[in-house]
């Protein structure tokens, strides 16, 4: 009988089995337009302080716990409150898992194979699940959530590198506070003026086409792509919770 083992240090999950498939580094992740928080990577103009973080566009507190609930199940939740006015793009719960025993992956009811696309399939759902090459269902499901009334949650499936990764995400909802339309490359990174992203945005099919197009169109598109932003006051909150159930 397969059994879930996992290394939970400081509530964060480090790695994970469960037969021969693996998982970790399993962590949080938010940002504004200059600054990039992440519990598992390399954190950009953004600085800790315990449970503080210091941005470029904001001061956050932030609450994260990874915990095994039983034989089968994983649960993470996030809590992330606003110690001053502050804008953000998204705020993300991120769970990571090796291809290799993975055979496909779905999501809003569309199956798919690992080709490396770096595709962000990104919908307004509450489940995603990869099915392994022995028969295990890995089904992540958003169970809570909380977007301060200017975030609304979405899933996606992401297929990258060596890995499958399921982001539950919080985004800005209508009316946004700000458009930030960027364009990086290895050289630099341009963002048009707040008025030009604005017009952009505002102009038929401006949105539709531009709404994170690179995430969208995956690796072969250019760094091209309008990210919106909203504001969260001193004292509002941002709430996901998530569960990964290994069947």
Same mark, same amino acid.
């Given at each position: 009988?397969?059994?879930l083992?996992?290394?939970i240090i400081?509530?964060?999950?480090?790695?994970?089995?469960y037969g021969?498939?693996?998982f970790?580094?399993?962590?949080?992740?938010?940002?504004?337009?200059?600054s990039?928080?992440?519990?598992?990577?390399?954190?950009?103009?953004?600085?800790q302080?315990?449970?503080?973080?210091?941005?470029?566009e904001?001061?956050w507190?932030?609450d994260y716990?990874?915990?095994?609930t039983d034989?089968?199940?994983?649960?993470?939740?996030?809590?992330?409150?606003a110690?001053?006015?502050?804008?953000?793009?998204d705020?993300v719960?991120?769970l990571?898992f090796?291809k +290799? !025993?993975?055979?496909?992956?779905e999501?809003?009811g569309r =199956?798919?194979?690992h080709?490396?696309s770096d595709?962000? @399939? /990104?919908?307004p759902?509450?489940?995603?699940?990869l099915?392994g090459?022995?028969g295990t269902i890995?089904?992540?499901t958003?169970?809570?959530y909380?977007?301060?009334g200017r975030?609304?949650?979405y899933?996606y499936?992401?297929?990258?590198?060596?890995h499958?990764?399921i982001?539950?995400r919080?985004?800005?909802?209508?009316p946004?506070?700000?458009i930030?339309?960027?364009w990086?490359?290895?050289?630099?990174?341009? +963002? !048009?003026?707040?008025?030009?992203a604005?017009?952009?945005? =505002?102009?038929p099919?401006g949105?539709?086409?531009?709404? @994170? /197009?690179?995430?969208?169109?995956?690796?072969?598109?250019?760094?091209?792509?309008?990210?919106?932003?909203?504001?969260?006051k001193?004292?509002?909150s941002?709430?996901?919770?998530?569960?990964?159930?290994?069947?």
């Open positions: 009988m397969k059994k083992q996992t290394e400081n509530d964060r999950l480090v790695t994970g089995q021969d498939i693996r970790g580094q399993w962590g949080f992740e938010c940002s504004d337009r200059q990039f928080l992440t519990l598992t990577d390399q954190c950009r103009d953004a600085y302080n315990g449970d503080y973080w210091q941005l470029a904001g001061d507190a932030l716990h990874a915990r095994q034989p089968h199940t994983l649960h993470i939740r996030a809590t992330l409150a110690l001053r006015d502050g804008l953000l793009q705020a719960i991120r990571v090796d +290799s !025993a993975i055979q496909t992956g999501i809003a =199956k798919f194979r080709t490396n595709r962000y @399939r /990104l919908y759902v509450h489940i995603a699940r099915t090459t022995d890995i089904s992540v958003l169970d809570r909380d977007g301060a975030f609304m949650p899933l499936l992401r297929d990258s590198g060596d499958w990764i982001h539950a919080l985004l800005p909802i209508d946004v506070d700000h930030w339309l960027r990086a490359n290895r050289l630099f990174t341009w +963002s !048009a003026p707040d008025w030009l604005r017009l952009i945005w =505002k102009c099919g949105k539709a086409i531009f709404w @994170r /197009l690179r995430e969208r169109l995956g690796r072969h598109c250019p760094e091209i792509q309008a990210v919106p932003l909203n504001n969260l001193s004292g509002q941002l709430l996901l919770e998530v569960t990964c159930h290994f069947r």
